[in-house]
């Protein structure tokens, strides 16, 4: 059997065709990832691993050129891990709230940061211990396709000071409080 379109059917087709294109490539795209969740999660993991004193890993999130605001470098930097991993032990990072600004290949990011060190975790929540509340401004740089920390400073705040979101988190974390 012989089958032909007409030139009507024929511009149905391609009409067709076209509306299946464009669903394809919408829904590929809602596959992305979301650059600003993906900053967001850099930064948790670079948080997880300096819990588990790991500052080779941390270090590999870091650009060649990285910076910090005292103007340590990356072999600097990671002296300054050393250090603290070394004479801290049982170090607890909350990462609070977490503001990102993307621009192209460029972003900011903003976030607090619940430190303490000393007992467990669980001993801490019990006697009450919070520990000391630190913003952290970064400023990221996407290199062969990763998001990298080009430079970061931080310094300590009070409670009043934190981003509206981790006083929310705070609640969830010491419900008691």
């Known amino acids: 059997m012989y089958w032909s379109l007409s030139r009507e059917n024929c ?29 967001k999660e850099r930064l948790r993991t670079i948080a997880s691993q300096a819990e ?3 500052s080779g890993k941390i270090l590999s999130f ?10 340590r470098d990356l072999e600097q930097t990671a002296g300054l891990l050393d250090y603290y ?13 977490i503001y990102v600004d993307i621009d192209g290949q460029r972003a900011e990011a903003e976030a607090d940061v619940l430190l303490s060190s000393g007992p467990l975790e669980s001993l ?13 401004d970064f400023q990221l740089e996407k290199s062969g396709g990763r998001w990298l920390i080009k430079s970061a400073a931080w310094r300590e705040i009070d409670s009043s000071q934190l981003l509206p979101g981790s006083t929310v988190i705070l609640r969830k974390l010491f419900p008691e409080k």
């Open 62 to 71: 870091l650009t060649p050129d990285y910076r910090d605001f005292q103007g």
């Open 11 to 39: 511009r149905l087709m391609k009409c067709l065709m076209a509306t299946v294109l464009v669903g394809v490539l919408i829904w590929a795209g809602c596959g992305k990832v979301d650059e600003t969740e993906e900053i």
């Open 124 to 136: 801490r929540r019990l006697m009450g211990i919070v520990g000391s509340y630190y913003r952290f």
């Open 85 to 97: 991993f070394k004479n801290y032990h049982g170090i607890a990072i909350h990462l609070l709230d």
């Open 52 to 54: 588990k004193k790991e």
